[in-house]
């Protein structure tokens, strides 16, 4: 079973997903509709749960997080893919806020330096927003690639994280 809970951040709508084991899901949108849809859609074997008041403290962490995403967010994840996708996932979480790495960087990052299309599939797939940074990754001319969220969201997070990073916080 997963719960789930929808708020507000300043990039939109916010839906985070978590199970016994950990955050599974925080995908942003622009209406709890299509959170809901999404959530549906990524763990269609999945049974939920809306949270309760007893939640909302997590959920504004988690809100706080995007919001300012510098550090890490103490809470354990959960996220559900291959084992390649979980190695570039890891990969993300090194790299700071501020900072941006290429594609190719990645698959270099995690000793396997042609997987280039598969470690941009694998950030496709990342099903936890800002958590795992796959914002920072760009494409090797520097241009922004793709985002899950839309490009607007990724030039928004890149832009907060460099003003961040310029203020040294």
């Known amino acids: 079973m ?4 929808i708020t507000g951040c300043s990039l939109g709508q916010l839906i985070v997903g978590w199970s016994g084991n950990g955050l599974c899901a925080i995908e942003l949108g622009d209406s709890e509709e299509q959170l809901l849809a999404l959530l549906h859609a990524h ?8 949270a309760d008041s007893e939640d909302s403290g997590m959920l504004a962490r988690v809100a706080r997080f ?9 809470h354990p994840l959960a996220p559900e893919g291959t084992t390649f996708q979980r190695d570039v996932w890891q990969a993300l ?3 700071p806020p501020g ?11 995690i000793g396997k330096p ?19 940074p796959c914002h920072r990754v760009v494409r090797a001319d520097g241009g922004l690639g793709g985002f899950h969220w839309g490009l607007e969201r990724k030039k928004a997070l890149l832009n907060r994280e460099a003003t961040l990073a310029a203020n040294g916080s």
């Open 99 to 109: 900072r941006t790495v290429s594609y190719s960087d990645v698959a270099r990052m």
């Open 43 to 50: 763990f269609p074997h999945q049974t939920f749960e809306p």
């Open 114 to 132: 042609k997987a280039v299309r598969a470690v941009a599939s694998a950030c496709g797939a990342n099903r936890l927003a800002v958590v795992i």
């Open 2 to 5: 997963m719960r789930y809970g």
């Open 66 to 74: 995007i919001d300012e995403p510098a550090g890490t967010l103490e």
């Open 93 to 95: 979480q090194s790299i």
